[in-house]
């Protein structure tokens, strides 16, 4: 028995609204030829392109990706090890420990992770001199260090999923472990490395708090231009930046969804297909 | 030979000691080394030196004062309230929104459940820092959403009480309502997974004993759905709790919460051991517990 | 005509274009064990579930007790269900899910309800049990939970949907006759839907044979498995040989028959409504066809060569090439072969015989 109820169907419209007004409203006033921010003067587009001759918000752009670009590729490559060894090594000395390493930042307030980050990074500096100045490399650094935590819960959730018995086949037919690694176990969860990677650079590209506490003089990553603009108010160039930014990545999720929602339609299908021609 | 006995060595230990340890190092380096360099600094002493804190003078190993200062002082004690507050009562609104809408979710066709669930999921990607900043264009003075609330606020209530704009900015209001706003896909989704991983069959046989729907929610689905709450309550209180960036854009000033003080004593007053502190103070007031309650929720699910 | 206790009339389901089940009518009486018995996709479970409230009929009406189920939605029928998957709620312990129900019943005391738990877990011999959870009992214990927790009520009916499905071979045997003693002990009626016949043969006073959507047959299970009214029927219950036949002519109290599959003419006990020339069916059950060396006096007699067989012990079943035709037929092992050889092997010749009452004529 199908159950519809007119009062879930209605909360569940209030609720998409009040996630997406605010968002679409910003939308509209990036397009507002007014300067103040809030009030509707006309239709312009003057705002983007005052966005695009403002180097400092190009040159912010490109830190940001630079960043993203390194740390989540690093993140990657040690929460997939971190994923894998909580799935498959259930006995090593420390396992507790190793755990907890892991789940800590998932829930650590961010405040907390930058400013002991950053306290590190002074301290490191005072006692081996090292980094010398903060910018990229601590930045980098520390978002390296809060997202490799993602990449191993997805990857761990992926793993835990996936067959024993395919490595085990393997290795009875004469591979190595860490041949098994990746003629096998690699290639069967590299989806999940993959969102893995996409959801590390997405944390990065994103960070304001912990890249706030790490940062040094002139290393202005993207949203702590924003940041600093936003503290002081709302202002149309914002919106437009704020547009470009929100339809970017809308846009790259949609995409995605798309293509996988597709890839799986079309596996039912040929599932269906060789079901019905086996018969 | 030796290469032959380091081979065999890695293809049966060594291999497994690379992938465990490189990110147990590096989380043990970068993660837990600066998280107790924030433990011993929150027991020194505040000195005017570069970096401003020393161990020794009147208190030579242990300096508890700024823990004394956190329990005594009404501006720290407040500070926590007000973040327990306001965490809790979002994490409340997010329950009540989010559930019925996790329901919702479970009830539509698949097709449309694919489409409401990437709704959910997309302001995730979306920046953290602009959906905040969304808001406060909308609360401004002159904004038309306040307009559209004045105005239903001046036919509602006498003359008298009239306003031009309701306040909304730089209220323990706004930061509630912006909390509330982003961390509402965190209420949704464990909901969702809990809700939807239900056998309809529970539903059908609860009816069939002579339940109506709202003695078959109460009974039967209610309480199955207890962890996906409990882990929605969680992933939206504790976050919040420490929220920084949405009580300084939107928040009242005169009324800090924890991740402001944090900041501020650390950078404008200069003072480490008072910020390690309250840090150190926060988070055995919220990880520890979340902490303790998933390693103990994970060995009963273990046991089952 | 006395109005019987359960009546299904014209009764019809359809989901958009496809119709589940098509115009069914079934009157069963109180008391009975009743059931539905078709393959999967046959509409009985959507049956069960327009009794017990889950569906509502596209067209007709069932009536319980004599009052019309049309509206009445599942928390208000006196009907209860036991679910395939026994739906036990699992964050409630044995007792709470049995006395479940109970918490609906207006009048009934905490003490009353209490009494009433202790008595269906006795009833179900579960009492040791009554603290523990869903997932601390075997899966024959959660049968019973289901079992007591649907009883509680105290329902006019109960509906049983493939109620030992979930169960290994040895315990559904113990549970098919304690299903029974407590029917007969409790007097609810059950209406069983399986897709298991021997299930249904042993447990119902009558089965109605189901399938796309429409009632085959309603009878007693000797009815069903002697006297099946279409080759779907007679096919679906047990196995059975089937030829294509024509009607020569009447003899006596019998029917002859032409059937090219066999390479003669057959004696069968006629049926109403068959002519001479028409097309018709006939259908012999493997067990009631006689095999030996000998030529038998029977009037429908052939010889083949056995091609095939399967030896079980207490029985055999044989696969005897006759013609172009493979007849099976199942004969008990009466007598033991000398120093491990049978008495009937490969390749034999064998002569295969049935009397003409065995022979069923399918006019349709």
């Known amino acids: 028995m199908k159950r519809r109820s007119t009062f879930l169907m209605t909360v569940l419209g209030f609720g998409f609204a009040f996630l997406y007004i605010p968002i679409l409203s910003m939308i509209v006033f990036s397009f507002n030829s007014s300067r103040l921010a809030t009030v509707w003067g006309g239709f312009s587009t003057k705002w983007y392109a005052s966005l695009f001759s403002n180097q400092k918000v190009i040159d912010a752009l490109l830190l940001s990706l630079k960043i993203a670009l390194v740390s989540s590729t690093i993140a990657t490559i040690l929460g997939t090890m971190a994923g894998i060894a909580l799935a498959r090594f259930t006995k090593f000395r420390g396992r507790v420990v190793f755990s907890g390493l892991v789940t800590a930042p998932l829930i650590m307030p961010e405040v907390i992770t930058g400013i002991s980050s950053l306290i590190f990074f002074i301290m490191l500096a005072d006692w081996v001199g090292w980094p010398g100045a903060r910018g990229f490399t601590t930045i980098t650094l520390a978002h390296i260090t809060f997202s490799m935590v993602f990449v191993s819960t997805i990857v761990n959730a992926r793993m835990v999923q996936s067959d024993r018995a395919i490595e085990e086949a393997a290795m009875d037919l004469g591979s190595k472990p860490w041949q098994v690694l990746f003629d096998i176990t690699l290639p069967v969860i590299s989806p999940a490395i993959l969102s893995g990677w996409l959801l590390a650079f997405t944390i990065s590209l994103d960070d304001v708090v912990i890249t706030s506490f790490t940062t040094g003089p002139g290393s202005t990553t993207l949203p702590l231009l924003i940041w600093s603009k936003v503290k002081l108010g709302v202002t149309p160039d914002i919106n437009a930046l704020a547009t470009l930014m929100v339809l970017t990545v809308g846009a790259g999720v949609v995409a995605a969804g798309v293509i996988m929602f597709r890839a799986e339609r079309r596996r039912l299908a040929d599932e269906r297909l060789a079901y019905r021609n086996n018969d | 030979m030796s290469a032959g006995r380091f081979s065999r060595w890695f293809d049966r230990k060594g291999w497994a000691g690379l992938i465990i340890g490189a990110p147990y190092v590096w989380l043990l380096v970068f993660f837990f080394l600066p998280f107790l360099i924030v433990l011993s600094i929150s027991l020194s002493t505040n000195t005017p030196t570069a970096p401003p804190f020393s161990f020794g003078g009147e208190h030579p190993v242990i300096n508890p004062s700024a823990y004394v200062r956190i329990l005594t002082d009404s501006l720290y004690v407040r500070a926590f309230l007000t973040s327990l507050f306001n965490a809790g009562v979002a994490a409340l609104l997010c329950l009540l929104v989010g559930y019925p809408m996790a329901l919702g979710l479970t009830r539509v066709s698949t097709t449309w459940r694919n489409v409401f669930l990437m709704l959910v999921i997309l302001p995730f990607w979306t920046s953290f820092l602009l959906r905040v900043y969304a808001w406060m264009g909308l609360m401004g003075k002159n904004s038309w959403f306040n307009g559209l609330l004045t105005d239903a606020w001046n036919i509602l209530v006498p003359m008298d009480w009239a306003v031009k704009s309701v306040p909304m900015m730089h209220s323990n209001f706004a930061v509630v309502l912006v909390m509330v706003y982003t961390y509402l896909p965190f209420m949704i989704l464990p909901l969702y997974a809990s809700l939807e991983r239900l056998d309809p069959v529970l539903d059908e046989a609860a009816m069939d004993l002579g339940s109506r729907p709202a003695q078959v929610f109460r009974d039967v689905t209610l309480p199955q759905s207890v962890p996906g709450i409990i882990a929605g309550g969680m992933l939206v209180f504790i976050p919040a709790a420490g929220e920084l960036v949405i009580p300084t854009l939107v928040g009242n000033a005169s009324q800090p919460m924890i991740g402001r003080l944090i900041s501020d004593e650390f950078g404008q007053a200069r003072d480490w051991p008072m910020a390690s502190a309250i840090a150190v103070a926060l988070l055995v007031l919220m990880v520890v517990p979340t902490m303790l309650y998933s390693h103990f929720q994970a060995k009963a699910e273990g046991s089952k | ?364």
Not at chain 3, 22 to 34: R, Y
Not at chain 3, 105 to 114: I, P, S, Y
Not at chain 3, 254 to 272: E, F, K, Q, T
Not at chain 3, 301 to 327: C, E, I, N, P
């Open chain 3, 1 to 364: 005509m006395e109005e019987p206790f359960l009546r299904i009339e014209g009764v019809s389901k359809s989901f958009g274009a496809f119709q589940a089940v098509k115009d069914v009518n079934l009157a069963v009486g109180k008391g009975e064990i009743f059931a539905l018995l078709g393959g999967s996709g046959c509409g009985k479970t959507t049956l069960l579930r327009m009794l017990a409230g889950f569906e509502e009929p596209t067209a007709g009406k069932i009536f319980l007790d004599g009052r019309d189920m049309a509206g009445v939605p599942p928390w208000e029928r006196p009907i209860h269900m036991m679910f395939q998957s026994y739906a036990i709620f699992p964050h409630m312990t044995v007792e709470a899910n049995v006395g479940y129900g109970l918490k609906h019943e207006a009048g009934l005391t905490k003490a009353g309800r209490a009494a009433r738990v202790a008595e269906m877990l006795d009833l179900v011999q579960l009492k040791p049990f009554a603290k523990r959870r869903p997932h601390q009992i075997s899966g024959g214990q959660r049968q019973r939970v289901a079992l007591a927790r649907a009883l509680a009520r105290q329902p006019k009916l109960l509906l049983l949907d493939e109620p030992l499905a979930a169960l290994d071979k040895k315990l559904r045997e113990h549970t098919q006759f304690e299903l029974m003693s407590i029917q007969e002990r409790t007097g609810v009626t059950f209406i069983v839907v399986t897709h298991d016949q021997e299930e249904a043969m042993t447990l119902a006073d009558r089965i109605a044979v189901m399938d796309r959507g429409e009632v085959k047959q309603v009878g007693s299970p000797t009815e069903i498995y002697e006297f099946p009214n279409s080759k779907f029927v007679a096919g679906f219950i047990g196995s059975v040989n089937s030829f294509d036949a024509t009607v020569v002519d009447r003899e006596g109290p019998n029917l002859r028959l032409s059937v090219p599959g066999l390479g003669g003419a057959v004696i069968a006990r006629d049926v109403p409504g068959a002519v001479a020339g028409q097309k018709v069916s006939l259908a012999v059950r493997p067990e009631k066809i006689q095999l030996g060396k000998e030529r038998p006096t029977s009037p429908n007699s052939f010889q083949g060569h056995v091609k095939d067989l399967a030896y079980f012990g207490k029985d055999s079943l044989y696969r005897v090439a006759l013609g172009d035709a493979l007849v099976q037929a199942h004969a008990v092992n009466a007598r033991r072969g000398d120093g491990g050889a049978r008495i009937v092997d490969w390749d034999d010749e064998v002569w295969l015989s049935f009397e003409p009452s065995s022979a069923i004529v399918l006019v349709s």
